[in-house]
């Protein structure tokens, strides 16, 4: 597969748009993890620590989940986070 399409996920409640794009699967986190687990198809490099940094996004993906359900609000490195 050379490509892979996001879409749109109605989940029928307001939040934040940020976690509208990880409800979607939509978000950077999701977008990395689909580029790494492409790229370790022919990359030997990067199929070695795929493991590793597949978690450690899933592990900043929980650790969003659990800040917007106790503040309503995405994390500071999410909403000051600034293109450079």
């Known amino acids: ?15 934040t748009s940020f976690d509208m794009q ?10 990395v993890m689909e580029a790494l687990l492409m790229a370790s198809k022919s990359n030997s ?7 590793q940094n597949i978690q450690f996004i899933e592990e900043k993906l929980r650790l969003h989940s659990q800040y917007i359900q106790e503040n309503g609000d995405d ?9 450079k």
């Open 45 to 51: 490099d990067v199929s070695k620590s795929i493991s």
């Open 22 to 31: 990880v409800a979607n699967r939509t978000s950077r986190f999701h977008v």
């Open 1 to 15: 597969m050379r490509s892979k399409v996001l879409g749109y996920i109605e989940q029928g409640t307001t939040t």
């Open 75 to 83: 994390m500071d490195e999410i909403k000051i986070w600034k293109w």
